[in-house]
Structure formats: C-alpha cells, structure tokens
C-alpha cells in the first residue's frame, strides 16, 4: 500500500501571536514552528496501516519555503520514508495550493491520501476536500477512526449529536481529526535514520487564486472579568449576576 | 448576478437547525434574492417556513442517495447551480465544513471557513474569520462566486416575510463515492456542546470521572438546555468522550452561557470557548487563568460550589 499524508508547518499552539508589521501576518520572530497537531494524527495513521500491511510505502508531502524541510524531516524521523518538498509560497486561496498538492499526488498510484482536518494556523479546513474533489476520489474529512482491508476503507466522523460511519473504495482522500490515534514520537534511531531518507524538492507556482488577505487584527479583548466571591456562599451573588445583569438564566 | 445560494442541512427528513441565521447572513451581502438548496430523498418537514426568515425561493433537490448525507450528490446538484449566484452559503457544521471545500473545488473557486462576519467590498465578499485558534482575527477579500462557510451564530435569524416560493432542481448525474450510513445518536442522546445554549465543561479537578455527575446534574437544572463538555486533560484520560472536549483540538463553542468547572484555563482551552457571551469560572486557584476570561468567577472547590448552583439554577427556573 502507498500512502500520502500532507504536512503543514505551524506555529506551536502556545505562541503568543504579534501582528507583524504590515497587518497581514504575523510576527515570526521567535515563534517556534512545529508540525500541525492535525497532521501528525494523518502521518500516525500512515505508519500505522504500514505497520500492520508489513509493506507499503510512506510518502510526507509540504508545500512552502525552505524551512518546511526542517518539519518534513521530523516526519520522516516518525517513520515516514521518504519526504517531498513541493518549493513554493503557498497562496491565501487554499484551493491554488490544493491544486499543486493534487497535481503532484495524481499519477503517483497512491492508495491512501491523508491530511489533517485543518492547520492551526489559518484554519482552512479545506485541503483534504478539494484534493479529493481535483482527483474525483472519494473523501471524508474529520475521521476519528479508520480501517482499511480488502481495498476499502471503513471511516468514522463525529456530527453534531453523534457519530456518521461512511465507508469507500481505495484510493480515497481522507482528513484526520483527534481521537484517531496517538501519534507516536520520533525515537532517537528515528532521528539518525531521518537524515539519510530521501527528501526530494519540486519547485511550483500556486496559483493567485481568489483570496486576498486584508488584515490580521487580534481579537477585542473581553471586558474585565469580576470574582463574585469564596466558595458556596458566593453562589446567591453569580445567580444575581447571571440573571439580572446577564439575563441568560 | 446578485442572488446567494444556501444550502441547507437536512438529516433524518428534517432541516438542521440554523437554516434562519443561515439566511441572515445571506441577506447582508444582497439586495437579490436569496435561494435555498434542500437535496433529500423525500419531504422535509419546516420548510414553508423558510420564506419567512428570507428564502425568496426553496430549491428542492430529490434524490434516493440523499436519504443520509450524500457529500458526492449535494456538491454536485449545488456547483451545478452556482454559476448564476455571487455566492454560496453554507453553515461551519461538521457537515457544511465538510460540504463547502468539495462544492468550491467544483465551482473553480475560493472558500472561506468558519466566518464569523460577512459583506460586501466592491464586487468582493469582505469576511472576518477566526485564525490561530481564535488568537487573532483575519480579514479576507473573497473574489465573487466563491463558498462562505458561516459560523452558527454569527447572525440571529430575521424574519423577513419573503414568499418562500418552491421549485424542484435537477440533480446531475453523479458518482456515489462515499457511502454515509445514517447519523449513530450519541449513547446519552444528549446535546451536543456545539448546539447548546449553555455549556458546562469539566476539568482535571474533578479529580475522578464519576464526579462528572456533578455536572450531568448542574445541566439537568437546565432542562434540556445544557451539555456537558470537558477540557482536554480529562479526554485524554478517558473521563469523558472526545466528542465533548472543548478547545483547539476539540469543539469551538459560542454559547450563551459556559461554566468551566475546575479547568485551568490553558490557552487551548481558550481558544474553544472565548466567543462564549457568559462565561463563569470555578475553580479552588484564584490565580487560574480562566478567572481572565471569565465574566464572572467563583474562588472555591467545586465539590462545595457547584452542588449550590445547581440548588440555585432549580430554584430560580421553578419561578
Ligand atoms: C497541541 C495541543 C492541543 C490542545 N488542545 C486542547 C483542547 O482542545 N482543549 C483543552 O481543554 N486543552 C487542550 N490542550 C491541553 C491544554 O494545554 C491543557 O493541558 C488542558 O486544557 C488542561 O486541562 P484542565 O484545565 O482540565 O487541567 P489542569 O490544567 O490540570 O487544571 C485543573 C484545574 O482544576 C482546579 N481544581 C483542582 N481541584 C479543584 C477543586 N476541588 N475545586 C475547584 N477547582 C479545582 C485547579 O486549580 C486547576 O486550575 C492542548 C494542548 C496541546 C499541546
């Protein structure tokens, strides 16, 4: 079995975002960068269904700058085995940079092409889709769990009150939420080995697209908050607050 | 080309909740008409009284496959039409996130996720979305004919006394390649943190997963009004389902009102919750950083406080 998972690099979930000069983007100074939490649950359940298939092969693609190399090695210090660097500035527009993922995975005879739901940077929640929707292969985001046997995929995704079970021959794109797997660490073996795997780098141009970005603000701060008081015997005082004041009792 | 397509949600015969606030968005970037796409396999109860919260027109899209969610058939019966409207709405459901990528990548055209504001710049859609986790604000130019993926209560629903005309819509003929069996209900059927108007979630200082019956009581007092979340600490450890962990890598929820009981207030949490109107925190350190959030704060061990509030929520909703 082939298996392709995207990977994004991202901030780390507990940067303090500074607006950069500009209004645009922010400030990357000092940010430590890591590989998108999403996308490791996608690159755990590539390893995994290798694991178990004891054969296949793992294929991490990132498209960006020079420095996604630096993330696309921690995967392949996962496990993953070899790494492909599409060398480009992705677009605003998540479709321009679906389509050069799409471009390079078609003809690749993959099986399975995995993404994260979304990136915690732009919150995009799209790639996986339109990657799908490129290549006319079925597709369901947001799985939390994932079988695969006899060239079909059984997939499930959490609905608003309750969970939606979809299932889909092979090849099949699918977006991978929490609660999939546990995405293991790299080991120090791993590390070493990451170094020697292949890392192959394709210049491309995504695309403009439809997108402009405008600016990027922080958010209003929410007014002060008060502590009503101690204990059980502050309980008369937050009612008073919650419905009078508040009204949503 | 000014009118907006919506496409709303059905499942199990009926409309999803939504569908108004849906519309009002809808009716903030045009002056047109507003049409509403509804693909299912037969009649869906509620929608005569789309005209009045703003459908000009109710698209009725019938299909066997559309008996459960059809991703396949809904994006391509919606990019089939979408060529005479400026835009296409969809609600940032589970279901539309899924849904409006496919239909953008059809149509040749942008998408934007989980919009909390929408107008019009020009002959572009101008649309604020929530980025890093709610940590900053990004303002986005969407060029026209592209897919807006509406936050759940970024508008009220108006009422509008549109005519709600109906009309069928073809279906194009399509490939089935996703099969979606019917909506498994949650063991509890409880509602979902996503869709409840209060939100009460939990904490490692429960300090045990039976103690969330504390909180399964505090939501009783609301009769039906509340769920119970949890932060992730307590996901991990198997005290609660993943379904409920609110937080970066959990739900995002903008409730009315949200409790967070014996959670720290990590900024992952944060980033699920802070568009919430309320928020209350209890927690035994008063140096928590919830207590930053929050509206209002209760210092004190939860096992004494929320047992109170829970007395006091019964007596108050008794009047
Ligand atoms: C990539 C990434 C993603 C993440 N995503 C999420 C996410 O989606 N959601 C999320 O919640 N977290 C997320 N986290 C984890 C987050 O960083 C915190 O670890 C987590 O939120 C802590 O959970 P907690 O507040 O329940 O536990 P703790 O931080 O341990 O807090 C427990 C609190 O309970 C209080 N307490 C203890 N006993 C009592 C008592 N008797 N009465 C009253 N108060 C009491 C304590 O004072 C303390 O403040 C993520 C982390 C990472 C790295």
Known sequence: MK????LRRVPDTTTKIVVAAGGKSIDEAGVKFVANPYDEYALEAALALKDAAGSGETTVVALGGDIVQET?????AMGIDRAVHLQGTPSADGLANARVLADHLRGGGYDLILCGKLAVDDYGQQTGAMIAELLELPCATAITRLDVAYGRASVEREVEGGVEA??????????????????????LKGIMAAKKKPLEVIAVTPDAGGVTVVALALPPERAPGKIVGEGAAAVPALMQALTSDAKVI | MTDILVVLEVR??????????????????????????????????GLDALGAVGADRVLTALH??????????????????ASSYRAVLVAATATGKDLGPRIAARMNAPCAMDVTSLDMNGNAIRVVRP??????????????????VVRPGAYPAGQHGRPGA??????????????????????????DVAEARVVISGGRGLGDPKNFALLDELAAAFGGEAAVGASRAVVDAGWAEHGAQVGQTGKTVAPELYIAVGISGAIQHLAGMRTAKVIVAINRDKDAPIFKVADYGIVGDLFEVVPALTAAVKQARAH
């Open chain 1, 3 to 6: 298996i392709a998972v995207c």
């Open chain 1, 72 to 76: 696309l090695r921690t995967a392949l």
């Open chain 1, 166 to 187: 979809a299932s889909c021959a092979l090849p099949a794109v699918f977006s991978c939420d929490k609660g999939l797997n546990n995405p293991r660490l790299p080991s």
């Open chain 2, 12 to 45: 199990d015969g009926a409309l999803r909740k939504g569908a108004g606030e849906l519309l009002a968005a809808a009716r903030r970037i045009t002056d047109g008409s507003v049409d509403a796409l509804v693909c299912s396999a037969g009649a869906v109860n």
């Open chain 2, 64 to 81: 066997p496959d559309f008996a459960t969610y059809c991703p396949d058939g809904i994006a391509a019966t919606a990019a089939s039409i």
């Open chain 2, 131 to 148: 980025v890093y986790a709610g940590k900053a604000l990004q303002t986005l130019d969407v060029s026209s004919s592209g897919v807006i």
């Open chain 2, 166 to 191: 109906t009309a069928a819509v073809n279906v194009p003929s399509f490939t089935r390649r996703l099969e979606v069996a019917a909506v498994r209900k949650s063991d509890k059927g409880a509602l």
